[in-house]
């Protein structure tokens, strides 16, 4: 079911809620939530082939969870849509957890899931445009270092505030991560009802991908930008990054917070920020826009009718986001910089603009081309 907007530590409280009501939860279970672009929820028949790659899969009607076929040799998942998102759900299963199962299901979309079996083995994931972003053990969210939450600010954040000084809660603050990334909660209603469900083969399709997909996946105007990033000399994608950020602080009245104005002005001479600056864009930018989105008004009657990447709010809080991946510059100019987190600017820009992301998209490749000074 779509949640709405909610604070953290209520969000947290329900899924420790649950894990109590529902204690074979933690034994074993692979909850995945896809959210496309278009707020269009993929049918359940595109999900069977996005899982499965094309390997041998089944569709089926509406059962509850209990009456899944487990032991006949397949591999059961139910998938309901939950507003404009999909919610798939595994008992004992763990296909949502694939590196390629969730590059496929991300395409055109985004992905956020969570997986943990009864050997303690377990994977918090979050996956956009065909690539995986976050692929972390939940269970030691002490060991991870700024860049793992680079990959996912600020939830991954609220996740660690969540848990100190009580980490045995590891699970209930990993879900309460899938929920806040998508909006989606999942509860004992939930549970207990019956959905449509899929059987899959194992093993399911791995890369290379078939001729039509991969033409597909060329033809994608997020590859474009991507490849255009690499092949673009460091002065072009200085000029790109700036154009994007000047674009967000002015549409998201960002320049209220001085230390934007500081970034602004480092990007335009093509300068990228220093560590120090990184983390006061984290503490003093994307920190308190999460304050706003997750303490704000959420009583409109507007509200239920709002998708949850419309809320403007949330939008806002990406689009500070975006600021503070994009002040560290482009790819070779920090040390030990990740290649990709040059892209996961756009990707969070792309989500603060919402339907006028693909003609800004278009001047950014124009930019980072030379076709456009």
């Not at 028949?45 to 390997?55: K, M």
């Not at 070779?332 to 800004?360: I, K, N, Q, S």
Request: aromatic share 8%; charged share 25%.
């Amino acid at each position: 079911m779509t949640a709405g907007r909610s604070a953290p530590a209520e969000v947290f409280s329900h899924y420790r809620e649950l894990l109590s009501e529902e204690p074979w939860l933690e034994t074993a279970v692979c909850w995945t939530v896809v959210v496309p672009h278009d707020h269009r929820p993929f049918s359940v028949a595109d999900i069977g082939a996005r899982v499965s790659g094309g390997s041998p899969h089944g569709a089926h009607g509406a059962a509850p969870l209990e009456a899944l076929p487990y032991y006949d040799g397949g591999s059961p998942m139910s998938a309901a849509p939950a507003g404009s998102a999909v919610m798939l759900f595994e008992n004992n299963g763990f296909l949502g957890s694939l590196p390629e199962v969730l590059r496929r299901l991300s395409r055109d979309g985004r992905v956020c899931g969570v997986y943990w079996n009864v050997e303690g083995n377990n994977k918090l994931s979050y996956a956009a445009d065909g690539r995986v972003l976050v692929s972390l053990d939940a269970m030691f969210s002490e060991e991870w270092d700024d860049d793992d939450f680079a990959g996912l600010e600020p939830e991954l954040r609220v996740m660690t505030e969540l848990l100190a000084g009580d980490e045995e809660d590891w699970q209930a603050g990993a879900m309460t991560v899938v929920e806040l990334v998508t909006g989606v909660r999942l509860t004992a209603e939930w549970l207990a009802g019956a959905h449509p469900y899929l059987t899959f083969q194992w093993p399911v399709a791995t890369e290379p991908p078939s001729p039509e997909e991969l033409a597909e996946y060329r033809n994608d105007p997020e590859v474009k930008l991507r490849d255009a990033v690499r092949a673009a000399p460091q002065s072009r994608q200085f000029a790109a990054l700036a154009h994007v950020a000047e674009l967000l602080a002015d549409r998201f009245r960002l320049g209220e917070f001085p230390v934007v104005r500081d970034v602004l002005a480092d990007l335009a001479s093509g300068r990228c920020a220093g560590e120090q600056r990184v983390v006061e864009l984290r503490e003093r930018l994307v920190a308190p826009l999460a304050r706003e989105f997750h303490d704000g008004d959420d009583s409109d009657d507007d509200a239920d009718d709002m998708s949850f990447e419309q809320d403007p709010a949330w939008q806002r809080m990406q689009a500070g986001i975006a600021l503070q991946i994009a002040a560290r510059g482009p790819e070779g100019t920090t040390p030990a910089f990740d290649p990709l987190m040059v892209f996961d600017a756009y990707h969070h820009a792309g989500l603060a603009l919402g339907d006028d992301w693909p003609a800004v998209r278009e001047t950014v490749r124009a930019i980072l081309s030379g076709a456009v000074a």
